[in-house]
């Protein structure tokens, strides 16, 4: 267990699930250190005793991020393009980043990495194989969903190769209230966001571990909480709070709608075929 962790290193610390775990995840004695290309806004309401380090470094930079390493008891791998782009960028920013991270992180010696992966690893899963199970194989919907699966490969292979404990959560929805239909099953809270990740902070010797990141939502079951839950994550959230409001913008939901079909839902669909993408 690694206890008290007094000092994480973010990657992506100024992006919007950074945003969301910074205050989440402070604590007396526990030290920030957040690595971005843009500096993060001031950390407002954290306890008092905790502390922040903002390191201006790109997540494709390993030499700067083992520097920023140096001393860490745990990363949490943020960084990347949040969506779907052109190969040569995904591959550039988020497979590069990940190789980077964790290249990282065996040269400066920190013993676990906590990813942030997505449903978009397995987002061609159909809505007949729900609820998606803990560790499914990979059906990417995206390049954006290749990169995901390509650092969950980094996450295995340096668990088993040098030791590293490995967590790659598969977030859905992470965002501060869900807005859309698919969203009132796929919400992850920012506060339910931070227990996860706190959870995976101080699990004992986890290992390797590929889980799914979502709150308790009434309409959910549509992904596995089994191995999130045995690291200790107890989601408390619902989207049901806001679905009176969302079904009577958008009404009820249709199973044929398209976007339905899958995990993934509109990565899924001809919009973001390659051809789209500019």
Known sequence: MLTGVPTILITGGSGQIGAMLRPRLAR???????????????????????????????????AAVTEASAGADAVIHLAGLAGEAPWDR???????????????????????????????????????????????????????????????????????RYGLDAICIRILTCDERPTTVRSLSTWLSPDDAGRLFEACLAAERPGFRVIFGVSANTRGGWVSLD??????????????????????????????????????????RPGLDADHLV
């Open 28 to 62: 007396p004695g526990r030290t920030l250190r957040l690595l971005d290309v843009v500096p993060p806004p001031a950390l407002a309401g954290a306890p008092a005793g905790a502390a922040e380090e903002f390191i201006l470094a790109s997540v494709t930079d390993c």
């Open 90 to 160: 995904i591959m550039e920013i988020n497979i590069q980043g990940a190789y980077a991270v964790f290249e990282a992180a065996r040269r400066a010696g920190v013993p676990r990495v906590i990813f942030a992966s997505s449903n978009h690893a397995v987002g061609f899963t159909p809505r007949s194989a729900f609820p998606v199970r803990d560790y499914a194989f990979p059906a990417p919907d995206t390049y954006y969903g290749v990169s995901k699966v390509a650092a969950e490969g980094l996450a295995a292979l340096y668990h088993h």
């Open 227 to 268: 191995e999130a839950r045995a690291l200790g994550y107890q989601p408390r959230d619902d989207a049901e709070a806001y679905a009176a409001e969302i079904i009577a913008e958008h009404g009820e939901p249709d199973p044929a709608d398209p976007v339905l079909a899958y995990l993934g839902g509109e990565f899924t």
